[in-house]
């Protein structure tokens, strides 16, 4: 290993300092455009998605669970949740308004025009050397349905109580809510 190095500090000496000056100069722009590279790619951005977005129904589907066992009557309990969408982010956008006016004196006429035009463009901000849209409201993802497996299912005034709760804790009708008596 050291003859190699050697044979290497020999060369570079031999051919000059232009040499040297050369491959620290292509090293340095090697280095910067290693440093510019995103190395996580769309696949990346996506499992965390899912991940997340598998998190949260699985915590909520929790919640729901020690909930509903609070009911009297309702025993053993197992809660299934479907989402139909992903969590949804509300982008911060800026409005502007431009009014265009003429007033256009001919000899014997008076010509007036306005002309209103409206953008929306969407904020961006600077984080840490990155730009990116600024989210003003994130809002969770949207459930289909429930099911909810349990003991007390075959009584009516228990399958009532968690049809009303489910309904009212994650905003879903109760037609898309199933409950069901367990084996």
């Given at each position: 290993?050291?003859?190699d190095y ?5 060369k ?6 232009q040499?040297v000056v050369?491959?620290?100069g ?7 455009l290693?440093s ?16 997340s ?26 809660v299934?949740?479907?989402l139909?969408?992903g ?5 911060a ?6 009014n265009d006016y003429?007033n256009?004196k ?6 007036e025009?306005s002309k209103?035009?409206f953008?929306n ?6 984080n ?10 994130v809002l969770?993802?949207t459930i289909?349905?429930v099911?909810?497996v349990?003991?007390g ?5 228990v399958?009532s109580?968690?049809?009303n ?5 994650l905003?879903?009708p ?8 367990m084996?």
């Amino acid at each position: 290993m050291k003859l190699d190095y050697m044979k290497i500090i020999e060369k570079i000496s031999q051919k000059g300092k232009q040499n040297v000056v050369v491959l620290i100069g292509i090293l340095g722009i090697f280095l910067i455009l290693v440093s510019e590279m995103n190395f996580s790619s769309g696949n990346e951005k996506k499992v965390s998605q899912n991940n997340s977005l598998q998190e949260y129904k699985i915590q909520t589907e929790k919640e729901i669970t020690s909930l509903l066992k609070e009911i009297n009557g309702v025993g053993n309990v197992k809660v299934m949740i479907t989402l139909e969408s992903g969590q949804e982010n509300i982008y911060a956008q800026q409005e502007k308004n431009i009014n265009d006016y003429q007033n256009d004196k001919n000899e014997n006429r008076n010509q007036e025009s306005s002309k209103n035009t409206f953008e929306n463009q969407v904020v961006i901000v600077n984080n840490s050397g990155n730009n990116s849209a600024l989210v003003e409201k994130v809002l969770q993802p949207t459930i289909q349905g429930v099911a909810v497996v349990c003991s007390g299912a075959d009584d009516i005034s228990v399958v009532s109580a968690v049809t009303n709760s489910v309904s009212v804790v994650l905003n879903v009708p109760t037609h898309k809510i199933c409950v069901t008596k367990m084996r």
